[in-house]
C-alpha cells in the first residue's frame, strides 16, 4: 500500500487497545440490544438480566451528577462479549464504545467479589465519563482535525493513564461496599516496596523497569486520586483534569493544574499523598535503598505425601515452571503451559490445572482446559478440550477431579471429572453462586464462593444435591485457597486490612487465626498448606511472591473473636460508600430488540490529514461497532509527478476469511516514453482473501495466516499512444502465506529462545505480461551463551522474470548498510548476536524515559545476479558486518518506543550508490505507536 498508510495504521494502531479483536466471532453469532438515554447494551441472546442490569447501574451512576466529574456524557455503546475466559473491559475512542469481558477472574483476591458485571458498570462508566468531559479546549480542537483519534491522541498526552484508572478505580470503591480500595490485597505493591526501603522515583513508578517489580498505574493512582479528593475536595480532580484535557498551560498542563489548584508543586503533591498512604497502611520506615531485590516469584506451595513442596516459580528471566523442593533444592519438573494465572492442586503424584488456549480462527472464543501432569515422568496430558474449567482439584486418591465451570451462557456450576475428563457430575447451582478454589472434603465438597451482592463465605456443598452449607458468615470480606488435613481446614481471609491465614476445626465449627509474636510483613498471606506441625504460605514481597514455611503450634492458632470488616484504609470520608449503587433495587426494563450486524456498517470516525514527501493525503477511517468492517476513504496528490488519486479499501472480518476489496482512480499520470511527456489515468481494483489462523497450544504460541488479493489495472491513455503502445488492462495475483512458531518469552528476554518465523509471496501477471516474483524469507531464533542473550539467523531469497513487463514492489530484506534494488535473482543470510547492556531507569523532564539498552552484533552475506545490472553473468556479493545500539524507552510516561543506531562496514563495493563503506543508520521499528486505551485490568 501507499507509504501514507504506513504512518496512518501507526496513529490507528495508538488509538485502539491492545484488547480489540477484528473478526472474533462467528457469522452464527446472533446479538441483541436494549436502549437508554445514556447507554445501548449489545448482547448475546440470552444474557437479557445482564444486560438489564449493567443498563440499571449506568444510568443510576449518571443520575448522580456527580461533582468530582464534568456533566458531558456522550451516548456510548457497551457490548457484552461472552466467549473469552479473560476477565476485562475496556472504554476506547475511535470508534467510540466500550466492551465487558464478561467471565469473572475466578481468584476473588485479584480484583475482588463485586458481581462481575457491577463492577465493569461502576469501573468502565467512569472512563466514559471521563472522555466525555475531556473534549475540550485544544483536545477539542485536535477532535475537529483529526475526528475520534485526535481526542484520544490529545487526551493520552495530558492526561496520565494512572489518573483515568485510578479515577475510576476510586469510583468503583466509593459506590459500593467494596471496589479494589477496599481490598488489602490492592495494596500489596506499595506495601512491598516501602517494606523494602525502595526509594522509586516519579517516573520509575510511572514507566516500570526490567529489573525490579514496579507497582502499576492503577495503584499508584487510586492513592493520588484519593489523597487529592480527601486533602482538597471532591472538585479537585474535576478542575485538574478539565485543565489538563484542555492543555491549559500547554506544556506539563496535568502537573501544572494540580499545583494550581492544591498550592504545592505537583513533585510534593505524589511525594505527600504517597507518605501519608504509606502511613495509613501501616509500613513502618525503613532504610531506603535505591534499588529493589531480583524478582523470583514462588507461587502455589503445595505438600506431597512425604513432605516435600511442589511450587510453580518464575522470574523476570524466567517463564513459569513446576519445581519440587526438597530439602534445599529445587528439581525442575515441566515448564506450565499458557495460563491465565499459576493455581494448581496436587495428590497422589499427580499435579492438574488450568491452561490457556484461543480458538483457532475466531480471537473473541477462548478455553480454559485442563491439564493433567505425572509428577514423576513429567508427562503431560489434555484431558478437556474447548472447555471453561477453572481452579481444579484432585481427590486424594487422584481419582477425581473437581473444577468450576463458567459457561458462555453466564452459568455458573461445580463439575466432578474423572481423571481422563469425563464428565461424572455436574452439580446444581441453586443460588446461582460463582465458586473458587473447590476442593474435596470428606465425601463432600468446600469451595469459596461470592453471591450476587458480593459477600463470600466458605460453603460445604452436597455433591448429591448441590445443597449449601456455610462454613462462614457471609461477608464482603474475600475467602479462598482452602486445603484440608484430617479435622482441620486452612484457608486465606481478609481481616484487619490485611489477608490471612485462618483455620477451621470442621467438627466444632471453630474458626482460629494464626498468629505471630510480631508480624513478619504487612503484605498478605495466601494459599496456605499443612503437613504435620509445618504451615507453608506464599507471601507477596518487592522481590515476587516467597515462600513462607514455619512450625505450626497449638500457640500460633488462636480462635477468632471477631472478623472485622473491609475498611477504605482512610482513603475515603469514613468507610461506608458515599452512594451505594448497587444496593438500590430499581431495575430498567427497556425493550429488548435485535441487533443488526450491518448497522453502522461503514461508522466513519476519523480522519488524518498526512504529508510525506513527495505526497499529500487525506483518508477517512471507519469501523463498525463489532469490528467485523474496518474501511477507509483517501484522496492523495503528488507533488513530483503531478498525480491525483482516490480511493476505498475496506475488509470485512465476519465470513470465515476475511475479505477485503479495494478500489482507486488516478488523474493524470505521467511519463517519459520515446523522448515523449505522456500522461494517463489508471484504475486499479483489487479484492481477495486472508485466513489468519492461531495455532497456539501448550507451552509454544504460532500463528498461520494465508491470503491471495486478485488485482485489476486498466491504464486509460489519449490517443495516439493508445494505439500505439497498445497497452490493454491486465490482471496480477498476489499471494502470500506466512507462519510463526515461538515459545513463552519472559520479561528480560529480548526475544524468544526458541521461535521460527517464514514468509512466501508470489506475484504473477494473469494476462498482456509474463511478469512475476517469488519471494521466501525466515528466521530462526536461538537461546544465546547467557539467558537474557538471543541469537538469530535471517534467511532469504527471491526471484523475478526477466521479461520487460511490469514490475513488482520489492520486499527483499536486503544486506544491511546497501541500497537496495529489484533484481533478478536475490539471496541473503543474516547472523545476529543481541544481548542487554544496561538498565538505566532513568529519565529526564518526564518526557522520555530509558529502560534498556542492548547491543546487536550482526553479519549479512547477500549475492546477487542480474545480467542487465552487473557486467558479469554470475552472482555479486554484497557482505556487510557491524553493530546495532538499541534503545528500549518510553516517552510521556507511557508510549512504548524502541529506536536504535546502526553502524555497517561494508566488505564490498556499493554499486548502487553511496561513497564509502561505513554506514551509519538509525533504526525506528513498524510498532513505533503502541496501543493506548482505558481499561479495567
Request: hydrophobic residues 35%; positive net charge.
Amino acid at each position: 500500500m501507499r507509504k501514507t498508510l504506513v504512518a496512518i495504521l501507526f496513529l490507528v494502531t495508538f488509538l485502539s487497545v491492545r484488547a480489540q479483536q477484528f473478526g472474533g466471532h462467528p457469522p452464527s453469532q446472533r446479538w441483541m440490544q436494549i436502549r437508554t438515554p445514556s447507554v445501548r447494551v449489545i448482547y448475546p441472546q440470552g444474557w437479557d438480566s445482564s444486560s438489564r442490569r449493567i443498563a440499571t447501574v449506568v444510568n443510576l451512576v449518571t443520575s448522580l451528577h456527580d461533582s468530582s466529574i464534568g456533566s458531558r456524557l456522550m451516548r456510548t455503546n457497551i457490548i457484552l462479549q461472552h466467549q473469552t475466559t479473560i476477565p476485562n473491559g475496556y472504554v476506547a475512542l475511535a470508534p467510540f464504545r466500550s466492551e465487558f469481558y464478561m467471565t469473572p477472574p475466578s481468584n476473588p483476591f485479584e480484583l475482588g467479589s463485586l458481581a462481575w458485571g457491577d463492577q465493569l458498570a461502576l469501573h468502565e462508566w467512569r472512563h466514559v465519563q471521563q472522555y466525555s468531559n475531556f473534549n475540550r479546549g485544544l483536545a477539542k480542537v485536535f477532535r475537529v482535525l483529526l475526528g475520534q483519534q485526535g481526542q484520544a491522541f490529545a487526551n493520552a498526552l495530558t492526561v496520565p493513564d494512572w489518573f483515568f484508572e485510578g479515577d475510576a478505580v476510586f469510583q468503583e470503591t466509593r459506590m459500593s461496599r467494596q471496589g479494589r480500595g477496599r481490598l488489602p490485597s490492592f495494596f500489596n505493591g506499595y506495601r512491598s516496596i516501602w517494606e523494602a526501603g525502595t526509594n522509586y522515583s516519579y517516573m520509575k513508578l510511572r514507566n516500570g523497569s526490567y529489573r525490579h517489580f514496579v507497582p502499576d498505574h492503577y495503584e499508584m493512582g487510586y492513592q493520588l486520586v484519593a489523597n487529592g479528593n480527601e486533602q482538597y475536595g471532591p472538585g479537585f480532580w474535576k478542575k485538574v483534569s478539565e485543565n489538563a484535557a484542555a492543555m491549559k498551560g500547554f506544556f506539563y498542563p496535568f502537573q501544572k493544574a494540580v499545583k494550581r489548584y492544591s498550592g504545592i508543586s505537583f513533585a510534593r503533591f505524589v511525594d505527600s499523598s504517597l507518605l501519608a498512604n504509606r502511613t495509613r497502611l501501616g509500613v513502618p520506615s525503613s532504610a531506603l535503598r535505591k534499588g529493589g531485590p531480583e524478582v523470583i516469584n514462588e507461587e502455589n506451595p503445595v505438600y506431597t505425601e512425604s513432605g516435600d513442596l511442589l511450587l510453580v516459580r518464575s522470574s523476570y528471566k524466567q517463564v513459569p515452571s513446576f519445581y519440587l523442593r526438597t530439602g534445599q533444592k529445587d528439581h525442575f519438573i515441566r515448564t506450565r503451559d499458557m495460563s491465565l494465572d499459576n493455581y494448581f492442586a496436587y495428590a497422589n503424584g499427580k499435579i492438574v490445572y488450568a491452561s490457556f488456549r484461543r480458538d483457532t480462527r475466531w480471537s473473541w472464543i477462548d478455553y480454559s482446559e485442563l491439564q493433567l501432569l505425572d509428577l514423576h515422568s513429567g508427562k503431560q496430558q489434555r484431558i478437556t478440550e474447548k472447555s471453561k474449567y477453572f481452579m481444579p482439584s484432585l481427590s486424594a486418591g487422584g481419582d477425581s477431579i473437581v473444577t468450576v465451570e463458567a459457561s458462555s451462557a453466564g452459568k455458573y456450576a461445580l463439575h466432578i471429572l474423572d481423571v481422563s475428563g469425563g464428565l461424572v457430575k455436574a452439580i446444581p447451582n441453586k443460588q446461582s453462586h460463582y465458586y473458587s478454589h473447590p476442593m474435596f472434603y470428606q465425601g463432600k465438597i468446600i469451595t469459596a464462593a461470592r453471591n450476587s451482592a458480593g459477600d463470600m463465605s466458605l460453603l460445604l456443598v452436597d455433591p448429591a444435591n448441590g445443597n449449601e452449607h456455610p462454613l462462614t458468615e457471609w461477608s464482603q470480606n474475600l475467602v479462598g485457597y482452602p486445603s484440608g488435613k484430617g479435622d482441620t481446614i486452612c484457608f486465606t481471609m481478609t481481616s484487619n486490612g490485611r489477608d490471612r491465614n485462618f483455620a477451621l476445626v470442621f467438627s466444632s465449627r471453630q474458626l482460629l487465626e494464626w498468629k505471630e509474636e510480631r508480624d513478619v510483613s504487612v503484605t498478605g498471606e495466601y494459599q496456605p498448606s499443612v503437613f504435620g506441625s509445618r504451615l507453608v504460605s506464599s507471601r507477596f514481597t518487592a522481590g515476587g511472591y516467597k515462600i513462607s514455611e514455619q512450625t505450626a503450634g497449638v500457640s500460633q492458632w488462636q480462635p477468632v473473636e471477631s472478623i472485622r470488616p473491609l475498611t477504605a484504609f482512610g482513603l475515603l470520608a469514613g468507610d461506608k460508600p458515599l452512594v451505594d449503587v448497587l444496593a438500590k433495587d430499581t431495575v430498567l426494563n427497556p425493550g429488548t430488540s435485535n441487533y443488526r450486524k450491518t448497522t453502522k456498517f461503514f461508522n466513519f470516525h476519523s480522519w488524518l490529514p498526512y504529508y510525506e514527501d513527495p505526497e499529500l493525503s487525506f483518508t477517512i477511517f471507519g469501523q463498525n461497532l463489532l469490528n467485523t468492517m474496518q474501511s477507509e476513504l483517501y484522496i492523495l496528490y503528488n507533488n513530483n509527478e503531478g498525480f491525483k488519486e482516490i480511493g476505498f479499501a475496506g475488509v470485512y472480518g465476519g465470513w470465515f476469511p476475511y475479505i477485503n476489496a479495494g478500489l482507486s482512480y488516478t488523474l493524470d499520470r505521467r511519463a517519459r516514453l520515446e523522448n515523449k511527456q505522456v500522461y494517463w489515468n489508471e484504475l486499479e481494483a483489487q479484492t481477495g482473501f486472508q485466513v489468519p489462523l492461531n495455532l497456539s497450544k501448550g507451552r509454544s504460541i504460532s500463528n498461520l495466516t494465508f491470503g491471495s488479493d486478485l488485482v485489476y489495472n486498466h491504464a486509460f491513455f489519449p490517443e495516439p499512444q493508445k494505439t500505439q503502445y497498445g497497452i490493454e488492462p491486465y490482471f496480477y495475483l498476489d499471494n502470500d502465506l506466512r507462519f510463526s512458531h515461538q515459545v513463552q518469552q519472559a520479561k528480560q528476554h529480548i526475544f524468544p529462545r526458541w521461535a521460527q518465523t517464514m514468509r512466501l509471496q508470489y506475484r504473477d501477471a494473469l494476462n498482456q505480461f509474463d511478469s512475476w516474483q517469488l519471494m521466501a524469507t525466515g528466521s530462526l531464533y536461538f537461546p544465546g551463551l547467557s539467558v537474557n542473550h538471543s541469537f538469530s539467523m535471517n534467511l532469504a531469497a527471491q526471484q523475478r522474470d526477466s521479461s520487460t513487463g511490469i514490475r513488482f514492489t520489492n520486499d527483499f530484506p536486503f544486506a544491511r548498510g546497501y541500497s537496495d534494488e529489484n533484481l533478478f535473482r536475490m539471496g541473503k543470510i543474516g547472523v545476529n548476536y543481541q544481548l542487554p547492556i544496561a538498565y538505566p531507569d532513568a529519565g529526564l523532564w518526564n518526557i522520555v524515559y530509558l529502560m534498556r539498552m542492548r547491543m546487536n552484533f550482526f553479519y549479512d552475506h547477500a549475492v546477487a545476479k542480474d545480467s542487465q545490472r552487473f557486467a558479469t553473468d554470475g552472482f555479486v556479493n554484497f557482505r556487510s558486518t557491524g553493530t546495532e545500539l538499541f534503545f528500549d524507552t518510553k516517552w510521556w510516561n507511557q508510549l512504548p518506543v524502541s529506536f536504535g543506531i546502526r553502524y555497517s562496514r561494508l566488505l564490498d563495493d556499493d554499486v548502487f550508490g553511496g561513497t564509502g563503506r561505513d554506514r551509519i543508520d538509525f533504526v525506528i521499528p513498524v510498532n513505533l505507536i503502541q496501543a493506548r486505551g482505558a481499561g479495567n485490568k
